[in-house]
């Protein structure tokens, strides 16, 4: 089994910058990608970003692209999403994900293409 750990969620104000760590431990050699979702009050949990974990290939939604970037530390078995040019309507607790089917290669945006979770950190931004 696989389990996750966010960090670096906190207050920031609009045009603010934040980093979030996701922390893996367990079973993480077949891991296909990881990503990062959120999920505000009163909406469904959408999508934020994802990476390969072998390959670096990366995928964003249009409302974080150029805003938000998602990267990794092998070695370290962690992902990170920087995120800047922050807006209130980025406040949500971002959740981690990690996957080990190879159709997240091609899906990574399903949410049901990952197996496994972590608790959540929230984020605000206010104005």
């Known amino acids: 089994q696989v389990q996750l750990a966010e960090s670096g969620g906190g207050l920031v104000q609009t045009g603010g910058s934040l980093r979030l760590s996701c922390a893996a431990s367990g079973r993480t050699f077949n891991n296909v990608a990881m990503g990062w979702f959120r999920q505000a009050p009163g909406k469904e949990r959408e999508f934020v970003a994802a990476i390969r974990w072998n390959g670096g290939n990366t995928d964003y939604p249009d409302s974080v692209k150029g805003r938000f970037t998602i990267s990794k530390n092998n070695a370290k078995n962690t992902v990170y999403l920087q995120m800047n040019s922050l807006k209130p309507e980025d406040t949500a607790v971002y959740y981690c994900?990690?996957?080990?089917?190879?159709?997240?290669?091609?899906?990574?945006?399903?949410?049901?293409?990952?197996?496994?979770w972590g608790q959540g950190t929230q984020v605000t931004v206010s104005s």
């Open positions: 994900a990690a996957g080990q089917r190879s159709l997240l290669l091609t899906f990574p945006r399903r949410e049901k293409n990952y197996d496994y």
